[in-house]
């Protein structure tokens, strides 16, 4: 089955530039979703089809895929981006999601 | 607006069978390339894909649920339900139902529902 690999926990200094990963075999030819989760709410859209913003989500909040590797990036970080982030994708018609990135705001 | 809301037992037996409704409003499971599905998140884990149905009735599953799931839509009603069977301990989980446009993210989000597998 296909796996989805995220690093643990990323830390960022307030104002400064987050880069999440998300691996995968050869990802750069699916489509990567991510979603924010904030401490007991649902998840949240902020990037889809690999750097779409959905309406809403701040310019600061941006994605790239390429090769094995998709990025989000979170530009001038504040501390209400800190969040659980996922990264997910469609493998034949099978959902699936990303291990999960705690972000931390210092 | 749309919005979809999970409802269902917060509480089940091992080995029961739990059934969870997703009743959602501002879109319509008729309409051509709909889907909703199924995501559950155990205490202090990652997000795992359960199910999806689309507007045409097709059905997906989780591979390694798939002989414990059974995903169905009432369009009259807007509810999509989900039953899995066989509960488990280590199904208790915050079981959430989304919405998906073929070929897109989950969009949509219910707020998600508890449930505790314990006797």
């Known amino acids: 089955s296909y796996e989805l690999t995220q690093p643990l926990s990323v830390s960022v200094a307030l104002g400064q530039t987050a880069r999440i990963t998300c691996g995968g075999n050869?990802?750069?030819?699916?489509?990567v979703h991510w979603y924010q989760q904030k401490p007991g709410q649902a998840p949240v859209l902020v990037i889809y089809?690999?750097?779409n913003r959905p309406s809403g989500i701040p310019e600061r909040f941006s994605g790239s895929n390429s090769g094995n590797t998709a990025t989000l990036t979170i530009s001038r970080a504040q501390a209400g981006d800190e969040a659980d982030y996922y990264c997910q994708v469609w493998d034949i018609s099978t959902g699936v999601f990303g291990t999960g990135t705690k972000v931390t705001v210092l | 607006q749309v919005t979809l809301r999970e409802s269902g037992p917060a509480l089940v037996k091992p080995t029961q069978t739990l059934t969870l409704t997703c009743t959602f409003s501002g879109f319509s499971l008729s309409t051509s390339r709909m889907c909703v599905s199924w995501i559950r998140q155990p205490p202090g884990k990652a997000l795992e894909w359960l199910a999806l149905?689309?507007?045409?009735?097709?059905?997906y599953y989780n591979t390694s649920l798939k002989t414990r799931l059974t995903i169905s839509k009432d369009t009259s009603k807007n509810q999509v339900v989900l039953t899995m069977t066989n509960m488990d301990p280590v199904d208790t989980a915050t079981y959430y139902c989304a919405r998906r446009e073929v070929a897109g993210p989950f969009d949509y989000w219910g707020q998600g529902t508890l449930v505790t597998v314990s006797s």
């Open positions: 149905i689309d507007w045409d009735d097709d059905k």
């Open positions: 050869n990802i750069g030819s699916k489509n």
């Open positions: 089809r690999d750097s």
